[in-house]
């Protein structure tokens, strides 16, 4: 049984999160009401939209990791790039699977639901990864930010992969959708935009193995993969 304590808690912090998400409509909806000009309807351009869907066409370069093919691939409602990939001087093998925003008003919703129901695997040793990228600068400033990710075993009745999950965004990564809606809120107010690619990183590990043996390696792809996003894309 659920603990009241925690039930409090847990009942605290969705009040929390209705009371933010009520102030930042308000505060975006103000500047609207005394131009005239209501920002959900027309929100401010994606700039990079070209080279954002253009990830579905060719993939992403991933150093030190050469893809082997690449194509399109309808999973659920969306058309994902699917990338097969390998580690250099190794016969380590990696799926990346990438879906970019695709317009100004496209935000994530349901796509750890699309990938699942695609991959029909069981979902075991589930936790939350985290990992840190850095970025240097035109201006050899160096910029270090934290990304979160989900990380579990899926089973399949062919294979065992360890995956790696999360939305990947110019200074941040998260899984959650709520991160990118608040960040790209407050960037609207600046009349800037938060750009966004759902990123699912499939490794192939022994059957029903343990995922934690994989997470160095795992983990390190998936820098190299926001660090490429960031460089080539965000």
Same mark, same amino acid.
């Given at each position: 049984?659920?603990?009241? @304590?925690?039930? =409090?808690?847990?009942?605290?912090?969705?009040?929390? &999160?209705?009371? =933010?998400?009520?102030? =930042?409509?308000?505060?975006?909806?103000?500047?609207?009401?005394?131009?005239?000009?209501?920002?959900?309807?027309?929100?401010?351009? /994606?700039?990079?939209?070209?080279?954002?869907?253009?990830?579905?066409?060719?993939?992403?370069?991933?150093?030190?990791?050469?893809?082997?093919?690449? @194509?399109?691939?309808?999973?659920?409602?969306?058309?994902?790039?699917?990338?097969?990939?390998?580690?250099?001087?190794?016969?380590?093998?990696?799926?990346?699977?990438?879906? #970019?925003?695709?317009?100004?008003?496209?935000?994530?919703?349901?796509?750890?639901?699309?990938?699942?129901?695609?991959?029909?695997?069981? /979902?075991?040793?589930?936790?939350?990864?985290?990992?840190?990228?850095?970025?240097?600068?035109?201006?050899?400033?160096?910029?270090?930010?934290?990304?979160?990710?989900?990380?579990?075993?899926?089973?399949?009745?062919?294979?065992?992969?360890?995956?790696?999950?999360?939305?990947?965004? #110019?200074?941040?990564?998260?899984?959650?959708?709520?991160?990118?809606?608040?960040?790209?809120?407050?960037?609207?107010?600046?009349?800037?935009?938060?750009?966004?690619?759902?990123?699912?990183? =499939?490794? #192939? /590990?022994?059957?029903?193995?343990? &995922?934690?043996?994989?997470?160095?390696?795992?983990?390190?792809?998936?820098?190299?993969?926001?660090?490429?996003?960031?460089?080539?894309?965000?």
């Amino acid at each position: 049984m659920i603990s009241l @304590s925690k039930l =409090l808690k847990q009942q605290w912090y969705q009040v929390i &999160v209705v009371v =933010l998400l009520l102030l =930042l409509l308000a505060l975006g909806a103000f500047p609207g009401y005394i131009t005239g000009k209501w920002q959900w309807k027309q929100p401010p351009p /994606i700039t990079n939209l070209q080279k954002l869907q253009n990830i579905r066409k060719v993939g992403l370069s991933i150093p030190g990791w050469p893809t082997i093919e690449q @194509s399109q691939q309808q999973l659920g409602t969306h058309k994902w790039s699917w990338q097969r990939i390998k580690k250099q001087g190794t016969s380590t093998e990696a799926i990346l699977l990438l879906l #970019p925003q695709n317009g100004p008003k496209d935000q994530p919703e349901v796509e750890w639901t699309e990938i699942n129901n695609w991959g029909r695997w069981d /979902i075991a040793q589930d936790r939350s990864g985290e990992f840190t990228v850095n970025i240097t600068s035109n201006e050899d400033t160096n910029t270090t930010f934290k990304v979160t990710a989900n990380f579990f075993r899926a089973v399949t009745p062919q294979q065992t992969f360890a995956v790696l999950q999360w939305y990947a965004m #110019p200074n941040a990564g998260n899984p959650s959708p709520l991160n990118w809606f608040f960040a790209d809120q407050v960037a609207q107010w600046q009349h800037r935009r938060i750009y966004w690619v759902a990123v699912t990183i =499939l490794l #192939p /590990i022994e059957p029903l193995g343990e &995922v934690e043996t994989s997470w160095t390696e795992v983990q390190s792809l998936g820098q190299i993969v926001q660090q490429a996003l960031i460089t080539e894309v965000l």
